[in-house]
């Protein structure tokens, strides 16, 4: 286990480096700053040069590879960093120098226990991506498709895990100082962003993700996942199809392939709401390098590290939310906010809907490029302090999502209106899914799995409660204590009250004789 100074003096490093950067002044000034924390950012920052603008992007690239994933997930939290430094750790590339490819050879024929000639015919010295936790080659198998290797870097799995243990430190500590950090729940954000990179750190779990959003997307027109090759897949090494085609973010190329743009964008809008909603499995790292565009206009999706999941109750609550958004219904998003308990009940649904309209009306029949869905994030988290809304760490990589999806949108089709792209999909959902026949499905299949229980739930019963009959049952048996679980009896200390009593004594009676005592 990890001594307490050992977390300090990692906490202090980290913490000069954000101040070389600036990174620190907004926590310095927020009211809500517990006084300890502030005391250790003064500590931290004590002698550095700060830059007259913040720079949390470059802070996080410094600190290493942990904290660059630790900076993408502070980028959902406005709420919890500010909006300045959200906005500015949205722009964190996770890159880094490329490990030498002797190391990554080595790392490959180690994981399968096999020579590389055995695997691939070729496979090109230079990484066409170098990440925080892995690194991409392309190469040639020996039966000769072309792949991409996905390759861990060496190492990076006990780095990890060190830093982390260090954030679960800092984070228990921060929630129980109470007040607005309690509130803010950093040791649950902590705990998802455990769970998120330690999936990324077993290529096994990214490769079945990307199976099982294949098998979701199937029957979606024009969007397809890379298909796995298993026989060159295990926890550090991770062998995929090789995709040819032009990354969504180079319009230019997209433009002079003859690409339909507001179709493209539109198109994604609609993949990630397919994901979201009706699977309630989501691709959660859509940003710019992860799509690309094949010549048939396909939108090919990579990089599965990072997948959300959300459950059928919480879909039902997120599509009334979104439909009521688009059509004004604020009424009815209060009232899902109260029932799903994310307002607690001793607010007032009425004063919370006037909130929602306050975030919601301005947006309404607007283009992204004048108000958008991060405007309204950001608007919602400015109300969820006056409300006492805790934060919904399993909602916390959908809004991420959404800003990446809609940063992409925009970029292809400036003129898109997110709302009047979600509201069609959105209602013939809910139609689907809330209207009576789905009511009535529901209610069947629930009462047909109650009954078929009932057969086991008395045999369960009958085995808590058996019959009477045959050998008596003992009678109740002393509660004796054993040997080895007696309590200590804690040791007389008169001999210890009785010279404190002297010393006592002795002082007072040589404070009179010196006149200090009347």
């Known amino acids: 286990m990890t001594r307490p100074s050992t977390h300090i003096l990692r906490l202090l490093g980290w913490g000069r480096t954000l101040a070389r950067h600036g990174a620190l002044r907004g926590i310095e000034r927020d009211p809500n700053t517990p006084q300890p924390v502030r005391r250790l950012v003064r500590i931290a920052r004590f002698g550095t040069r700060q830059p007259a603008v913040p720079d949390y992007a470059s802070a996080f690239r410094a600190i290493g590879p942990a904290a660059i994933k630790l900076g993408q997930t502070l980028a959902t939290r406005p709420d919890l960093v500010g909006e300045e430094a959200a906005r500015n750790l949205l722009s964190l590339q996770d890159s880094l120098p490329p490990v030498p490819f002797d190391q990554i050879a080595a790392q490959i024929e ?135 085609g032009v990354k969504i973010s180079n319009i230019e190329a997209l433009k002079a392939a003859g690409h339909d743009l507001p179709d493209l964008a539109r198109r994604l809008v609609l993949a990630f709401l397919t994901q979201a909603i009706s699977a309630g499995f989501f691709h959660a790292d859509m940003h710019q390098g992860n799509l690309f565009v094949k010549a048939d206009g396909t939108i090919v999706a990579i990089d599965f590290g990072i997948m959300g999941r959300i459950d059928r109750r919480a879909r039902q609550w997120l599509a009334e939310i979104l439909y009521g958004l688009t059509t004004g219904n604020y009424r009815r998003v209060a009232e899902i906010h109260f029932e799903a308990q994310y307002v607690p009940s001793y607010h007032s649904v009425e004063e919370f809907a006037t909130a929602l309209r306050a975030v919601g009306e301005p947006m309404r029949g607007k283009p992204v490029s004048e108000l958008s869905v991060g405007a309204m994030l950001d608007g919602l988290f400015a109300i969820t302090r006056d409300f006492d809304m805790q934060t919904q760490p399993h909602l916390l990589l959908l809004q991420k999502t959404m800003v990446m999806v809609e940063g992409i949108a925009t970029q292809l089709d400036p003129e898109i209106n997110m709302w009047d792209v979600s509201a069609p999909f959105v209602r013939s959902w809910i139609r689907d899914e809330l209207g009576p026949e789905a009511a009535i499905a529901d209610r069947i299949k629930e009462d047909t799995e109650t009954l078929l229980r009932v057969p086991a739930l008395i045999r369960r019963l009958e085995e808590m409660y058996p019959p009477k009959g045959g050998a008596p049952e003992p009678p109740p048996l002393p509660d004796i204590e054993l040997l080895w679980e007696r309590r200590r009896v804690p040791q007389r200390r008169w001999p210890g009250y009785v010279l404190a009593a002297g010393a006592g004594a002795a002082a007072v009676w040589a404070a009179m004789a010196l006149g200090w005592i009347a």
């Open 110 to 244: 180690s994981s399968f226990q096999r020579p590389l000639s055995d695997l691939f015919a070729h496979i090109d010295p230079d990484p066409v991506g170098a990440a925080s936790i892995a690194q991409v080659h392309k190469g040639v198998t020996t039966d000769g498709r072309v792949v991409a290797i996905k390759v861990l870097r060496p190492g990076i799995r006990e780095k990890f895990a060190r830093d982390i243990a260090t954030y679960e430190w800092a984070a228990a500590h921060l929630e129980a100082l109470g007040g607005e950090a309690t509130r803010l729940r950093p040791q649950l954000t902590i705990a998802n962003f455990k769970r998120w990179t330690n999936r990324e750190l077993d290529l096994r779990r990214e490769a079945a993700s990307a199976s099982e959003l294949a098998e979701f997307m199937r029957a979606i027109p024009d969007y397809r996942v890379p298909d796995i090759d298993w026989d060159r897949t295990c926890g550090k090494v991770m062998t995929i199809e090789w995709i040819d």
